[in-house]
């Protein structure tokens, strides 16, 4: 059974960073591509960052270029996503995710998604 598990979301001052991470169990998370979501109170979710499978290439939104990376941990079998330069718009649920017919990514997102994890909160606040 595949299951992600999101973790490292907090309270934080805008500025500040935080490293979430996405663990996986009943996968090999370097075999397909990785995306990450969020969903802020009252919207939709939106994809944040994606990364295809097997050392292939990162992909961000325009509105964490720059300031967030996602990476990958195989010996950990991890992924994660660093932020930096947190902003009061950052703050959102936090969701890893994965399809496992799909080794690349569309753009910054996955192109269909069929396990996702419960989510991880972030604020960003002073």
């Known amino acids: 059974q595949v299951q992600l598990v999101e973790s490292g979301g907090g309270l934080v001052q805008p500025g500040g960073s935080l490293r979430l991470s996405c663990a996986a169990s009943g996968i090999i998370l370097d075999f397909y591509a990785i995306g990450w979501f969020r969903q802020a109170p009252g919207k939709e979710r939106e994809g944040v960052s994606c990364i295809s499978s097997s050392g292939g290439a990162p992909y961000y939104a325009d509105s964490v270029k720059g300031r967030f990376t996602i990476s990958r941990d195989n010996a950990e079998n991890t992924v994660y996503l660093q932020m930096n330069g947190l902003k009061p718009e950052d703050t959102a649920v936090y969701y890893c995710?994965?399809?496992?017919?799909?080794?690349?990514?569309?753009?910054?997102?996955?192109?269909?998604?069929?396990?996702w994890g419960k989510g991880t909160l972030v604020t960003v606040s002073s």
């Open positions: 995710a994965t399809d496992i017919t799909t080794y690349y990514c569309s753009a910054y997102t996955l192109p269909s998604v069929d396990y």
